[in-house]
């Protein structure tokens, strides 16, 4: 088990470019969880996968902001329209949902996408 | 809403010494996980403890320590004879229990560790 992997690492773009990311998490893990840190900050929720169906969408995630997670496998995260705001980490973590226990979160290295 | 507050930016301490690193919450779930991450400067975060609103044990871990006052909505995390390796951002966070247990992370205390 490698844990939780992403690519790219890093991701320059101009502005109004689209950009796409994509995370492989744990195999075993039902949960997967994108995440944008900002410098100085802590990580911000962006949305979450149960499986394939994705329940929750942070108001962070605009319009511009699509994320899937075809077979419940691996997801990938697309930003159309890069705006200057846009800069930050991109962070997956994925976790175990069983029953009634809240496993932790194992985060993958993140992709810094850097908007020109 | 859930909010977690670090109020430590940067701390330094010399090698040995040990040094705690506070945060505080807010919530109004009566059940809810506290976590600890450590955020290296390759960048990756590294998972270092969970603990659950119920279990208000103190957890000794080789040189780290949690102590959680749910009196005080408080879960510090100490380390004792810090070493260089030690130098990172440490993250305390929150999530629910049955909900979908996003982490609502502090905006992270820098620790450097002077040789």
């Known amino acids: 088990d490698t844990g939780v992997s992403q690519d790219p690492r890093h991701k320059i773009t101009k502005r109004g470019q689209n950009v796409t990311f994509r995370c492989d998490p744990i195999?075993?893990?039902?949960?997967l969880y994108w995440y944008r840190q900002t410098l100085g900050q802590g990580p911000e929720f962006l949305t979450y996968?149960?499986?394939?169906?994705?329940?929750?969408k942070s108001r962070l995630l605009s319009d511009r902001f699509s994320a899937e997670r075809p077979k419940g496998s691996f997801s990938t995260l697309e930003i159309q329209r890069t705006e200057q705001g846009d800069s930050a980490m991109y962070l997956c973590?994925?976790?175990?949902?069983?029953?009634?226990?809240?496993?932790?979160?194992?985060f993958g290295p993140g992709t810094r996408l850097t908007v020109l | 809403a859930q909010k977690v507050t670090q109020a430590q930016t940067e701390i330094s301490v010399v090698e040995k010494e040990d040094v705690t690193l506070d945060c505080v919450y807010e919530?109004?779930?009566?059940?809810?996980?506290l976590f600890w991450y450590k955020q290296p400067p390759s960048g990756e975060l590294v998972f270092l403890i969970r603990?659950?609103?119920?279990?208000?044990q103190n957890e000794i871990s080789g040189r780290y320590s949690w102590n959680f006052q749910k009196s005080t909505s408080s879960f510090n995390f100490t380390i004792t004879a810090s070493q260089v390796v030690d130098s990172a951002v440490y993250f305390c966070?929150?999530?629910?229990?049955?909900?979908?247990?996003?982490?609502?992370f502090g905006t992270g205390t820098r620790l450097t560790i002077i040789p």
């Open positions: 919530t109004r779930d009566t059940t809810y996980y």
């Open positions: 966070a929150l999530s629910d229990a049955f909900g979908n247990e996003k982490l609502t």
């Open positions: 195999s075993e893990h039902n949960r």
């Open positions: 603990r659950n609103s119920f279990d208000e």
């Open positions: 973590a994925s976790s175990l949902r069983g029953g009634r226990i809240n496993n932790e979160q194992f």
């Open positions: 996968f149960q499986n394939e169906a994705q329940l929750e």
